[in-house]
């Protein structure tokens, strides 16, 4: 037995926002219409535009309703200001360019203003010089405010617009603030989206083909083991002739040059360098040792008196 859902039919009047909660500006809602706890809109319809709103409580169903992909057509009855031309038409069946790229071809024929169509409120305010004229017009997209846009595009702006029908569903029967309960079939649930952006999920083939590269590509857990079996991290860093205690490593050298620049530099330091000694006194090269000399002996001692 097929499993079935709820879907609701509502004319949505003129100034209702399509959710159930305005707390901020307090402007007319869903809540004001439509009593049914758990149910919430399948796709949008924009404040200033009227007509055809589907709710359910089902989620395959909103998705089939509401997502592009699934090519749903829905129709507009569009009051426009003035006559379309036919490139007009031929432009709208072919692609309107607009901002966010090129629409895809819309089905638009002209009709009579329907009949038995009810009063705005407020009115549609007309210009007495400009004619108006009524077209239909039926897209499988959603962007935002995309009809009236098409209609500026091709230059016939959008002076009231009615959504009539998605799909098989209609507005028949249905006066502005009404709705209706209906039983359809439900789809078949979806498994939940594995990555961002994409319409269905992987198939399982896929799964199998990204599982198999990261397992190839995931680093091994056990430390690769190396010529003269496995060492760990601190017996592989540590140096197999240790320096003495006390010995700095990076003054040795080959054939230790460069320990013994560094201790002379040490007692030069000390000392002040050979640059700075006074004249008449040198140092020794050991550290706090100074020698004197005296002109004209040897040894300290003094010339004899001739």
């Known amino acids: 037995m097929r499993a079935m859902a709820q879907l609701i039919l509502f004319n949505k009047p003129y100034g209702v926002l399509t959710q159930f909660t305005d707390r901020e500006n307090g402007r007319a809602t869903l809540a004001d219409y439509i009593d049914l706890p758990g149910v919430y809109a399948a796709g949008r319809l924009d404040r200033d535009s009227e007509g055809l709103l589907l709710l359910t409580d089902h989620g395959p169903l909103n998705a089939q309703i509401a997502h592009p992909k699934y090519k749903k057509p829905k129709t507009y009855l569009v009051q426009v200001d003035g006559e379309p031309t036919d490139e007009a038409l031929d432009a709208l069946r072919n692609g309107v360019e607009l901002k966010d790229g090129m629409t895809l071809p819309a089905r638009v024929r002209r009709i009579d203003a329907p009949a038995n169509l009810w009063e705005r409120d407020p009115p549609v305010r007309y210009r007495k010089e400009i004619p108006t004229s009524w077209i239909e017009l039926s897209i499988t997209e959603g962007r935002n405010r995309q009809v009236r846009r098409m209609t500026a595009a091709v230059g016939f702006p959008t002076l009231r ?71 760990p991290a601190r017996h592989r860093n540590a140096r197999s002739d240790p320096a ?50 005296v002109k004209g002996g040897r040894n300290g001692a003094r010339p004899k008196k001739g």
């Open 161 to 231: 617009l009615i959504r009539h029908a998605i799909g098989d569903w209609t507005l028949d029967g249905l006066a502005p603030g009404e709705w209706k309960v209906i039983e359809v079939e439900a789809p078949p649930a979806t498994h939940r989206r594995l990555s961002p952006g994409s319409a269905k999920p992987p198939r399982r083939d896929e799964l199998d083909k990204i599982a198999a590269v990261d397992i190839a590509h995931e680093p091994s857990s056990r430390p690769s083991r190396r010529k003269g079996g496995y060492k």
């Open 244 to 293: 003495p205690s006390g010995q700095n490593r990076s003054n040795q050298g080959p054939s230790g040059k460069r320990a013994a620049t560094t201790a002379t530099s040490a007692g030069r330091s000390k000392t002040g360098g050979s640059g700075s000694a006074k004249p008449g006194k040198r140092s020794s090269g050991r550290s706090g040792v100074k020698s004197y000399s």
